[in-house]
């Protein structure tokens, strides 16, 4: 795609090449790339001090190697930053002088959105909704802030749907975390719920009574099993930005605190034969 010239920091419009700077690819990240390449425009990210496996997602999604941050910072346009919620301001406390566009694409409450970006000069807030962008249809990134249209015209027409929410920080922010409140946070109380019926010595019950009047149920927490034994880790702290966000409304935060317990406790549990079992069991365990 192209847009006008002009250095990092400048205006973006419709006839230069925009470099693109991903912080921390992981598989969101690593899609987003491969996504913005697809349609043109030159991707970066920085290796320096990353895992053998980030350079391998990196390299796959054609990812171009620049080393350090400090020189991401400098060859890039936009810089957008996915990586687990609990990390979102360190990233944005320890990033090197940056001119250009600032995107939080993390699972922040609004909060958070505004304290990073306090952080940067130039911040665009995003929340991510959908799976990794592989096809047009699933995907939506939902952006706020005064420069959110100049983000959108980077992904217009790529799998990764742009959504002007505001002109105002914290708003994309704010559809995340009512999106997440219900897929993660429903997901999360269908396991606590098998594993209190497991414990209580009722769970073959249970499943009869949901295949007879909710006959969904038993797979949707089979397949949240899975999931939570997969990103367990990261989504607890989604759960707590959830939390936070309830609580600023002046809401009950009690629901989502109880479900970043679910997902810490199951982001410890191994991927495996007997992923269920193994998964009930970590949620029932008493601690101290």
């Known amino acids: 795609m192209t ?27 690593a899609a987003v790339g491969a996504t913005l390449l697809a349609a043109g425009e030159t991707v970066v990210w920085a290796s320096t001090g990353r ?22 910072c400098q060859r890039c346009d936009v810089l957008i930053c996915v990586c687990p919620p609990h990390a979102a301001v360190e990233v944005a406390d320890t990033l090197p002088a940056f001119s250009g566009i600032y995107v939080d694409a993390n699972a922040v409450s609004p909060g958070t959105a505004l304290t990073i ?22 995907t939506r990134l939902y952006l706020s802030g ?57 769970e073959d019950a249970l499943l009869r009574e949901w295949q007879m009047s909710l006959p969904d149920l038993e797979e949707q927490s089979t ?27 002046g809401l009950p935060d009690g629901f989502h605190a109880a479900a970043a317990e679910i997902y810490r406790r199951a982001g410890h549990e191994p991927v495996g034969e007997g992923d269920l079992d193994h998964l009930l069991a970590a949620l029932a365990a008493r601690t101290s």
């Open 146 to 202: 005064q420069e959110a249209g100049t983000v959108a015209t980077v992904f217009a027409g790529t799998p990764l749907q742009p959504v002007v929410v505001s002109d105002q920080p914290g708003a994309a922010s704010a559809v995340k975390m009512a999106y997440a409140a219900w897929t993660k946070g429903s997901a999360a109380l269908l396991l606590a719920i098998r594993a209190v019926a497991r414990v209580e010595g009722v």
């Open 51 to 72: 895992s053998a496996t980030t350079r391998e997602r990196a390299e796959q999604a054609g990812l171009e190697d620049v080393g350090s941050v400090r020189a991401l």
């Open 223 to 249: 397949a949240a099993a899975r999931a939570a034994l997969r990103k367990g880790w990261r989504w607890s702290g989604e759960m707590e930005q959830i939390a936070q966000t309830f609580e600023a409304a």
């Open 3 to 29: 847009r006008p010239a002009g250095p990092p920091g400048g205006e973006i419009g419709e006839t230069t090449v925009v470099t693109v700077g991903l912080i921390h690819p992981g598989e969101m990240g």
């Open 117 to 138: 970006a306090e952080r940067v000069e130039r911040y665009v807030d995003g929340g991510i909704v959908g799976p990794p962008p592989h096809s047009h249809g699933t």
